[in-house]
């Protein structure tokens, strides 16, 4: 087989789980407090659009799979079981894929991240945020740091070498002593991987809100530089690899999944607001699509229930498109980018 049609029928799968117990005061991304308990409606959804899209692409093999949200560790791990489920059963789904759950601290007690491990889970990746209860509460978390800890501390046992921590820096009030400590008490407990995010400003947050009104003090960039650098020789000396802008593994414990973006792969993104990259085969495509699915996850249900997806956008990308984007994403990687760029 060439390495071409290897690439055409091999995709990433990225499933968008869109609600949340809460809003944090710093989240723009999309996701939806659940008024009503619909679980089984929109996992008959989720199921349905997950097998319209792979057949669309006619992949035959699915390597990894990303739940993100909002807060997929709200969805029962019958429906994280049923979802891996319909892609064995369109695509080779390999035993050894890397299947990534984003799991909040409040929302994954031990009994249900032991059963998202049964249910086929082998990475999960913790929301800690901060150590810091002050900060905590500023950005509107449902956890103290005393109960993330205990979350990462069973999430390393049920998933040893394949646990992430998400934490952020830059945060108001932060001091540059106060995010060394927080980087000393993670290096003490986490695993081989850490993700640490710059808190962006997102316009229509209450972070924003307070921010406009003069509210909140946040550090300035010369600070906020010196911290992530202070972060890439703290992580460095402890061992881990700066493989990406916001990344960081040791023991070779990178995600596949997130480098495989980075590297331009194909992949298939399945529920409300989820974007993908892939050539639909099955209509004779020829071009990779950009395609967004519908935001709101109510009109994406509809959508779904009578089409078969809920696709609202497809933009076909041109050579210059693709090639734009594996230079952005590629110079995000340590490993940079190379001259023999392949494109389809
Ligand atoms: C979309 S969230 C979903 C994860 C999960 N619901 C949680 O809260 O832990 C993915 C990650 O993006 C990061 N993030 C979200 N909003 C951000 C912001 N405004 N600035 C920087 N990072 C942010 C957080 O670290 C978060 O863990
Ligand atoms: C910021 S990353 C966090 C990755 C994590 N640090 C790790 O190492 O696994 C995850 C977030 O990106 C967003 N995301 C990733 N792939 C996506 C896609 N294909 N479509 C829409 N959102 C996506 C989701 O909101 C998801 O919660
Ligand atoms: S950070 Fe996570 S839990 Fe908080 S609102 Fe955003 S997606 Fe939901």
């Known amino acids: ?39 089984g409606a929109i996992r008959a959804c989720l199921l349905q659009e997950a097998s319209t899209l792979i057949q669309l692409s006619q992949v ?24 891996l489920d319909v892609i064995s059963k369109y695509a080779h789904l390999p035993h050894n894929a890397e299947i990534t759950l984003e799991a909040n601290p409040t929302s994954s007690r031990r009994s249900k991240l032991q059963q998202f491990r049964d ?11 901060s150590l810091d209860d002050g900060d905590l509460q500023l950005l509107g978390r449902t956890h103290t740091a005393a109960e993330a800890l205990d979350t990462l501390k069973e999430a390393c046992k049920l998933f040893p070498g394949c646990t992430s921590v998400d934490v952020m820096f830059g945060l108001p009030g932060q ?16 695993d081989n991987h850490v993700s640490l995010y710059q808190l962006t400003l997102e316009r229509g947050t209450a972070l924003f809100k307070l921010k406009e009104k003069g509210q909140l003090a946040f550090p ?26 916001s990344n960081f593994a040791k023991n070779g414990a990178v995600s596949t999944h997130n480098m495989s973006y980075w590297l331009g792969k194909q992949y298939i993104g399945v529920g409300p607001g989820a974007h993908g990259r892939f050539v639909p085969r099955a209509t004779g495509g020829k071009r990779r699509e950009a395609r967004i699915q519908t935001l709101e996850p109510e009109p994406w249900m509809k959508e779904v229930m009578s089409n078969g997806h809920g696709t609202r956008k497809v933009i076909q990308q041109s050579d210059f498109d693709m090639l734009s984007e594996m230079l952005i994403l590629g110079l995000r990687m340590d490993t940079g980018i190379s001259h023999e760029v392949r494109l389809f």
Not at 4 to 16: A, H, T
Not at 22 to 28: G, M, Q
Not at 178 to 185: D, G, I, K
Request: proline share 3%.
């Open 119 to 129: 249910a086929g889970v082998t990475r999960l990746s913790v929301g800690l945020q």
């Open 60 to 83: 035959h093999r699915v390597p990894s799979v990303f739940f993100g949200g909002g807060t997929p560790s709200l969805a029962s791990p019958h429906t994280i079981a049923a979802v």
């Open 175 to 190: 001091s540059l002593a106060a995010w060394h400590s927080t980087l000393e008490r993670l290096l003490d407990q986490c």
């Open 1 to 39: 087989m060439s390495d071409l049609f290897n690439e055409l029928v091999s995709s990433l799968l990225y499933l968008q789980w869109p609600y949340c117990e809460k809003r944090c005061t710093y989240c723009n991304f999309n996701k939806y407090i659940a008024q009503s308990d619909n679980e």
């Open 220 to 245: 300035d960039q010369e600070l906020t530089a010196q911290m992530y650098d202070d972060a890439r020789q703290i992580l460095g000396q402890a061992g881990f690899r700066h493989y990406e802008v």
